[in-house]
């Protein structure tokens, strides 16, 4: 199984150009069950690194290209009367896949964004007050762009929290750039990926993440560096209890990826900027020296004892 994870890597690395470090942190939010948030300029790639994915792990993939009029009903579903057997029946959205790319998620309404809430939290669906059940295993891969603000609505702390880790891909080196242009030439793309595992084996996967063990010492480690950004001034507000939860995950399937069957605090320094710093709100003083909550958070960590005597 570690090979074909090994394969994967090779595969994503292959058709995603550059950026090895951000392809074993996506992998990481997958193996841990949580949801991906990509925020970057337009043109860097986040579709291609979310076909690419689900190409190799064998996996269903579907694309929502959310606008001002998308409504919920295109996200979860409808009730359709059907005029022939007098009955409604449901017409599945776009929702109903196993690797769903939520692209621009900022450009609708509250309303179509809070329609992904359950979904992501219980993978599930409820449409005319049934319950539909999202394929196994579910992931959702959303982005947006953080320079073009007209017409957009920024996600609400609450439903950032719901989001395992965000991202940002950023632009390739000029040799990893030239290398994506050779490949474009000889007609190499995504749609040549082949997959590596299928639902079975990733479900198989998630159990072994599920085994990696965590020390009491790492989990108090853990403990208070999410309690540290609820008392630090820098921040007006800290990280929740799911963040906590959200980032235990995440540093186990680290682990495993890395081929550790326990935690190393490393571990828990690797991924505390990517899990926490876009569920932390700022300090208006903070705000107004144009910091960053992942500048922050990376200074917090080196006053964080990793052990208590």
């Not at 880790?165 to 030439?185: D, F, T």
């Not at 560096?225 to 980032?247: E, K, N, Q, Y």
């Not at 909550?293 to 004892?305: D, N, Y």
């Amino acid at each position: 199984m570690r090979d074909r994870l090994e394969k994967i890597r090779e595969q994503m690395n292959l058709y995603f150009v550059g950026k090895p470090e951000l392809v074993e942190n996506v992998l990481c939010c997958f193996l841990s069950e949580g949801h991906l948030l990509l925020e970057d300029v337009p043109g860097v790639g986040k579709t291609t690194l979310a076909s690419a994915f689900a190409g190799s792990l064998g996996l269903s993939f579907g694309r929502i290209q959310f606008t001002p009029d998308t409504m919920p009903g295109d996200v979860t579903g409808l009730s359709v009367y059907d005029m022939k057997t007098g009955e409604f029946s449901y017409r599945p959205g776009g929702i109903m896949k196993n690797i769903v790319l939520a692209d621009e998620l900022n450009r609708t309404s509250p309303k179509t964004q809070a329609a992904l809430l359950e979904a992501m939290a219980e993978s599930q669906v409820t449409v005319d007050g049934k319950i539909y059940r999202l394929p196994e295993p579910f992931m959702v891969i959303a982005t947006q762009n953080p320079i073009s603000f007209t017409g957009t609505f920024p996600l609400p702390e609450a439903q950032l929290d719901r989001f395992m880790m965000r991202l940002s891909i950023g632009y390739p080196a000029p040799e990893e750039e030239l290398k994506m242009a050779r490949m474009n030439l000889e007609g190499i793309s995504v749609k040549n990926v082949e997959p590596v595992l299928n639902a079975e084996d990733v479900i198989k996967l998630k159990e072994m993440v599920s085994s990696v063990h965590v020390s009491e010492e790492v989990l108090s480690y853990i403990q208070r560096i999410v309690d540290m950004t609820r008392s630090d001034p820098a921040f007006a507000l800290g990280a929740s209890p799911r963040a906590l939860l959200h980032l235990l995950q995440a540093v186990r399937a680290r682990a495993f990826l890395n081929g550790c069957d326990f935690v190393k605090p490393d571990d828990v320094k690797y991924l505390a900027p990517s899990v926490l710093s876009h569920r932390l709100v700022l300090s208006t003083e903070m705000r107004l020296h144009k910091k960053t909550a992942a500048e922050l958070l990376e200074l917090m960590l080196l006053k964080v004892p990793v052990s208590v005597d």
